[in-house]
């Protein structure tokens, strides 16, 4: 559930149709950033700034944000140039745990004007060839905002309407095959569930989330509310729905989308069929977060649960620590405030249609209490339990080390009890 801060702050001006290669100043640049941000002497770099930008990010502001950053990411190993298109260039950032695209804009004076993190966008490690008895085709759901991209996959030749399933994704910027590349999470556990589905005759609609992928809204991050995710879900419900092809509405939210499906699901209900949850919370967000920020120090976690105490009063706190920036920094408490306010344990409790519970016995980010809550909540649902499966849906020990080294896996197939136990339960719905 943590959200690493990916922007630093960006003033570009409109760039020019054409790229070219790297100038000389923007190497120096590149390489003085490497340097002083490895070497903690962030004063080095905001020297350089221009007036405007020092004006947007005065240098003690930008003291902190580096700190923090260097908390999260780790050291800069490289920044390896990828275009220039003035007055931008554009790099490759590898840190020590995660790998971003570095922006930087100079001026004529050749001062610092933009430097903006923004997750990189690679192509994927191992890439899923799709099954030949499938076909893919791209979706697209207008929002007021921008567009939700999505793939639809589907059987090559359908005999009669078959069932439907919208795959919602988990936390974090998650795209439609459940990668998360800027934090080098590559599992394509989403893509091999829409193939396990399409193999049985079953469709499915999965997607980008909000400002992740192609997914490409207007929105800035301090806009952003839980509620859009659901906004978006219930869109796609309603267009399959509409679908003639599909008898059945099926929705299956992994994670954070577990709520948000449950939600989607309450919103539109008569058009949803069924709704599975996979490794979804049973608790409020605000008390896993004060659970996970227990393995921190104290200091630490008293401050957390300080911040969320502020937020359930509906106050926004502008000036934080620098130790909770990546969980709790401004531009995100609105949204967490819109998250926090949800209670998966009393929204299962509103959905009238059959409802299949999934949790892995080695997932070491929702554990089994969080299934058990779900199914307390709502006695008619079918829990499932899947011995040695973790949070990603693939086989795994409890040793946290190699649980994590799964997610740069994506060779790694799901757990075949996963798979049988969604299979049986769509057929099994009337």
Same mark, same amino acid.
């Given at each position: 559930?943590?959200?690493?801060?990916?922007?630093?702050?960006?003033?570009?001006? %409109?760039?020019?149709?054409? *790229?070219?290669?790297?100038?000389?100043?923007?190497?120096?640049?590149?390489?003085?950033?490497?340097?002083?941000?490895?070497?903690?002497?962030?004063?080095?770099?905001?020297?350089?700034?221009?007036?405007?930008?020092?004006?947007?990010?005065?240098?003690?502001?930008?003291?902190?944000?580096?700190?923090?950053?260097?908390?999260?990411?780790?050291?800069?190993?490289?920044?390896?140039?990828?275009?220039?298109?003035?007055?931008?260039?554009?790099?490759?950032?590898?840190?020590?745990?995660?790998?971003?695209?570095?922006?930087?804009?100079?001026?004529?004076?050749?001062?610092?004007?933009? /430097?903006?993190?923004?997750?990189?966008?690679?192509?994927?490690?191992?890439?899923?060839?799709?099954?030949?008895?499938?076909?893919?085709?791209?979706?697209?759901?207008?929002?007021?905002?921008?567009?939700?991209?999505?793939? /639809?996959?589907?059987?090559?030749?359908?005999?009669?309407?078959?069932?439907?399933?919208?795959?919602?994704?988990?936390?974090?910027?998650?795209?439609?095959?459940?990668?998360?590349?800027?934090?080098?999470?590559?599992?394509?556990?989403?893509?091999?569930? +829409?193939?396990?589905?399409?193999?049985?005759?079953? +469709?499915?609609?999965?997607?980008?989330?909000?400002?992740?992928?192609?997914?490409?809204?207007?929105?800035?991050?301090?806009?952003?509310?839980? =509620?859009?995710?659901?906004? =978006?879900?219930?869109?796609?419900?309603?267009?399959?729905?509409?679908?003639?092809?599909?008898?059945?509405?099926?929705? /299956?939210?992994?994670?954070?989308?577990?709520?948000?499906?449950?939600? *989607?699901?309450?919103?539109?209900?008569?058009?949803?069929?069924?709704?599975?949850?996979?490794?979804?919370?049973?608790?409020?967000?605000?008390?896993?977060?004060?659970?996970?920020?227990?393995?921190?120090?104290?200091?630490?976690?008293?401050?957390?649960?300080?911040?969320?105490?502020?937020?359930?009063?509906?106050?926004?706190?502008?000036?934080?620590?620098?130790?909770?920036?990546?969980?709790?920094?401004?531009?995100?408490?609105?949204?967490?405030?819109?998250?926090?306010?949800?209670?998966?344990?009393?929204?299962?409790?509103?959905?009238?249609?059959?409802?299949?519970?999934?949790?892995?016995?080695? =997932?070491?980010?929702?554990?089994?209490?969080?299934?058990?809550? /779900?199914?307390?909540?709502?006695?008619?649902?079918?829990?499932?339990?899947?011995?040695?499966?973790?949070?990603?849906?693939?086989?795994?020990?409890?040793?946290?080390?190699?649980?994590?080294?799964?997610?740069?896996?994506?060779?790694?197939?799901?757990?075949?009890?996963? %798979?049988?136990?969604?299979?049986?339960?769509?057929?099994?719905?009337?």
């Amino acid at each position: 559930m943590k959200r690493i801060c990916f922007f630093i702050v960006a003033i570009f001006c %409109v760039t020019s149709l054409f *790229a070219q290669g790297e100038p000389a100043k923007y190497m120096a640049t590149a390489a003085n950033f490497k340097k002083y941000y490895n070497a903690n002497t962030p004063d080095s770099i905001s020297k350089n700034f221009s007036p405007e930008m020092l004006a947007a990010i005065p240098a003690d502001k930008f003291k902190t944000t580096t700190a923090q950053l260097k908390t999260q990411l780790g050291p800069l190993l490289s920044a390896d140039f990828q275009k220039y298109s003035a007055p931008l260039a554009v790099y490759k950032a590898t840190f020590q745990n995660a790998v971003f695209t570095l922006n930087i804009s100079l001026n004529s004076k050749d001062q610092i004007t933009g /430097l903006m993190l923004t997750p990189y966008q690679g192509p994927a490690k191992t890439a899923l060839k799709l099954d030949p008895s499938l076909t893919e085709s791209p979706v697209l759901l207008k929002t007021l905002t921008g567009t939700i991209a999505g793939t /639809l996959t589907t059987p090559t030749n359908i005999v009669g309407k078959i069932p439907v399933v919208l795959i919602i994704a988990g936390s974090g910027p998650t795209d439609r095959d459940g990668n998360t590349q800027s934090m080098g999470v590559v599992t394509n556990s989403y893509k091999m569930i +829409a193939e396990a589905l399409g193999k049985d005759n079953i +469709a499915s609609l999965r997607y980008d989330k909000r400002m992740v992928g192609e997914s490409a809204t207007g929105q800035k991050e301090d806009n952003l509310r839980f =509620d859009d995710y659901v906004d =978006d879900a219930i869109g796609l419900v309603n267009l399959l729905k509409d679908d003639k092809r599909f008898s059945k509405v099926i929705v /299956l939210g992994h994670s954070e989308g577990s709520l948000v499906g449950m939600l *989607a699901t309450i919103a539109t209900e008569g058009n949803v069929n069924a709704f599975i949850s996979v490794a979804g919370a049973g608790r409020r967000a605000d008390e896993i977060m004060k659970e996970q920020m227990k393995s921190q120090p104290t200091y630490v976690a008293e401050g957390f649960k300080k911040l969320l105490d502020s937020l359930a009063r509906g106050k926004v706190q502008k000036k934080i620590d620098p130790s909770l920036y990546f969980i709790a920094r401004p531009s995100i408490q609105y949204f967490l405030m819109s998250w926090c306010k949800f209670d998966p344990s009393l929204e299962i409790k509103k959905i009238k249609a059959p409802i299949l519970i999934i949790q892995g016995s080695t =997932d070491i980010q929702v554990s089994l209490t969080d299934a058990n809550n /779900l199914k307390k909540a709502k006695s008619a649902a079918t829990l499932t339990i899947v011995r040695d499966m973790n949070y990603i849906l693939k086989e795994a020990p409890l040793d946290r080390e190699k649980n994590m080294a799964t997610y740069k896996q994506p060779e790694l197939p799901l757990k075949p009890e996963f %798979v049988t136990g969604l299979l049986e339960f769509i057929h099994g719905l009337k």
